[in-house]
T-cell receptor, first 112, second 113 residues
Framework: GENVEQHPSTLSVQEGDSAVIKCTYS??????FPWYKQELGKRPQLIID?????GEKKDQRIAVTLNKTAKHFSLHITETQPEDSAVYFC???????????FGAGTRLFVKA | EPEVTQTPSHQVTQMGQEVILRCVPI?????FYWYRQILGQKVEFLVS????????KSEIFDDQFSVERPDGSNFTLKIRSTKLEDSAMYFC???????????FGSGTRLTVV
């Protein structure tokens, strides 16, 4: 069935450094790739998304890249700050359907 | 900013009891979803609802689960006979188009004892 693999499961960086989270997906029909940030005890919140007709998208300190051929997509956070500490989930969706498949999450720690 | 609201925030129930989790999606959204998250694990799809009917459901969403939109604003998830393994955080979500990302509610933590 459809699956989204996410790595690493835990990532610890120094404040100011960059963080990269990588995901792969199995369903070649997937064409929409959102990223959610979940702070402890809170709801997941959409932070950025990318569609399959685009290879890269940037929003201030965060950027996403997509390699549709390899079925890889990545989240890049530059100049990390302590408030970036959270669990980040990648996800994949076939916009012809309704469900979104989530990765297992990456717990990011940004050390001050 | 519009929000998806969920009640209650925490529900403790005895195994075998029925529970109803309630959600009020964003008013102009047309697509509604339930997801669950077992503590420390990934967010799992349960069901999607569009045009007053289930549009897609997962293997988790068996005969013990049902959803309803009883009026123009509420969207409910019922679990008929709860099991210990139903203990999880249940998130409601909605969007205006199926091609967009979700707005999640704040969740209901269900504990089955």
């Amino acid at each position: 069935g459809e699956n989204v693999e996410q790595h690493p499961s835990t990532l610890s960086v120094q404040e100011g450094d960059s963080a990269v989270i990588k995901c792969t997906y199995s369903d070649s029909a997937s064409n929409y790739f959102p990223w959610y940030k979940q702070e402890l005890g809170k709801r997941p919140q959409l932070i950025i998304d990318i569609r399959s007709n685009v290879g890269e998208k940037k929003d201030q300190r965060i950027a996403v890249t997509l390699n549709k051929t390899a079925k890889h997509f990545s989240l890049h956070i530059t100049e990390t700050q302590p408030e970036d500490s959270a669990v980040y989930f990648c996800a994949a969706k076939d916009t012809g359907g309704f469900k979104t498949i989530f990765g297992a999450g990456t717990r990011l720690f940004v050390k001050a | 900013e519009p929000e998806v609201t969920q009640t209650p925030s925490h529900q403790v129930t005895q195994m075998g009891q029925e529970v109803i989790l309630r959600c009020v999606p964003i008013s102009n959204h047309l697509y509604f979803y339930w997801y669950r998250q077992i503590l420390g694990q990934k967010v799992e799809f349960l069901v999607s609802f569009y045009n007053n009917e289930i549009s897609e459901k997962s293997e988790i969403f068996d005969d013990q689960f049902s959803v309803e939109r009883p009026d123009g604003s509420n969207f409910t998830l019922k679990i008929r006979s709860t099991k210990l393994e139903d203990s999880a955080m249940y998130f409601c979500a909605s969007n205006s188009e199926a091609v967009y990302g979700y707005t999640f509610g704040s969740g209901t933590r269900l504990t089955v004892v």
